[in-house]
């Protein structure tokens, strides 16, 4: 089946730093999703991507859907304390099913 | 208000028990899903529904049944609770198509954690 690489698994950066994270694919997708979940919370939409290339921006969040559709990465500028928090990718292949197949997730912290 | 709550949010209980864990939303979405939640593990499907009467098993659906009341409820039941089913259950809903909207992006509720000792 289809897995997801995630990378960094976790991270500490000072507040006001660039935050980047990146998830790869062993096969393509048509969509990619980014995800954040706060602690005791879902995880909840931050950005949806759905055509290769395409790079798209939500507030200091921005992520692109590579062009080889097997990756994507989101970048947060100038982290804020509640930043802090789970960020998961997710590929979706559109038509039958849609499965979707999650990353494990980048447990973000970040220091004031 | 929430469009996906889950009712309830978290639950402890013995081996053997029988437990429903249950999902509601207001989004007008046709599809419905549930996940559980360990660490290291990420998301893994237990069932999905597409509507009310197309229910089917995910990728980890042994030791539990789904049932879809209706287009917005959708449940998740434990017949007889072990300790390894401890876990944070998530569910989720989509829409096909007939919403103006994005197509089968997911949404989630906010989660049960459940404690089987």
């Known amino acids: 089946g289809q897995q997801l690489n995630q990378s960094p698994q976790s991270m500490f950066i000072q507040e006001g730093e660039d935050v980047s994270m990146n998830c790869t694919s062993s096969?393509?997708?048509?969509?990619w999703l980014w995800y954040k979940q706060d602690p005791g919370e879902g995880p909840v939409l931050l950005i949806a991507?759905?055509?290769?290339?395409e790079l798209t921006s939500n507030g200091r969040l921005t992520a692109q859907f590579g062009i080889t559709r097997k990756d994507s990465f989101l970048n947060i500028s100038a982290s804020i304390p509640s930043d802090v928090g789970i960020y998961f990718c997710?590929?979706?292949?559109?038509?039958?099913?849609?499965?979707?197949?999650f990353g494990i997730g980048t447990k973000l912290q970040v220091i004031p | 208000d929430a469009d996906v709550t889950q009712t309830p949010r978290n639950r402890i209980t013995k081996t053997g028990k029988r437990i429903m864990l249950e999902c509601s939303q207001t989004?007008?979405?046709?599809?419905m899903y549930w996940y559980r939640q360990d660490p290291g593990l990420g998301l893994r499907l237990i069932y999905y529904s597409f509507d009310v009467k197309d229910i089917n098993k995910g990728e980890i659906s042994d030791g539990y049944s789904v049932s879809r009341q209706a287009q917005a409820k959708f449940s998740l039941s434990l017949e007889s609770a072990i300790p390894n089913q401890t876990a944070l259950y998530f569910c989720a809903t989509s829409d096909s198509g007939r919403l103006a909207g994005p197509l089968d992006t997911q949404y989630f509720g906010p989660g049960t954690r459940l404690t089987v000792l």
């Open positions: 997710a590929g979706q292949l559109i038509g039958g099913y849609q499965k979707v197949t």
């Open positions: 989004k007008g979405h046709d599809r």
């Open positions: 096969s393509i997708f048509n969509t």
């Open positions: 991507l759905y055509k290769a290339g």
